[in-house]
């Protein structure tokens, strides 16, 4: 079972960045789309940017042309960069495969808050 650990959350205002790091255990992490996913308090977990294990990459409409998803398959590592975030990205991130049915088990996440 591989097991994911996100990084890179934090407080940051309107309009900054953030960059967060996803860590994954295993051998075979190049094979699979990951993606990142955020949970904002009282809402379900939704697809933020996913990444083919080619590099192809795909973003909710909220946030395309703001955050930008990319992948280090020697390192096990999936990067979501942050800009000009607004107080609505507020939520937790997680990473997983892009392919939700066949998730792994959910790593703890990593809290993201903008605002001023």
């Known amino acids: 079972q591989v097991q994911l650990a996100e990084s890179g959350g934090g407080l940051v205002q309107p309009g900054g960045s953030l960059r967060l790091s996803c860590a994954a255990s295993g051998s075979r992490f190049s094979i699979f789309a990951m993606a990142w996913y955020r949970q904002a308090p009282g809402k379900q977990r939704e697809l933020v940017a996913s990444?083919?294990?080619?590099?192809?990459?795909n973003y909710a409409d909220s946030v395309k042309g703001r955050f930008t998803i990319s992948r280090d398959n020697a390192k096990n590592t999936v990067y979501l960069q942050m800009n000009t975030l607004k107080p609505e990205d507020t939520a937790v991130y997680y990473c997983?495969?892009?392919?939700?049915?066949?998730?792994?088990?959910w790593g703890q996440g990593t809290q993201v808050t903008v605002s001023s």
């Open positions: 997983n495969r892009a392919d939700r049915v066949l998730a792994w088990s």
């Open positions: 990444i083919t294990s080619r590099g192809i990459t």
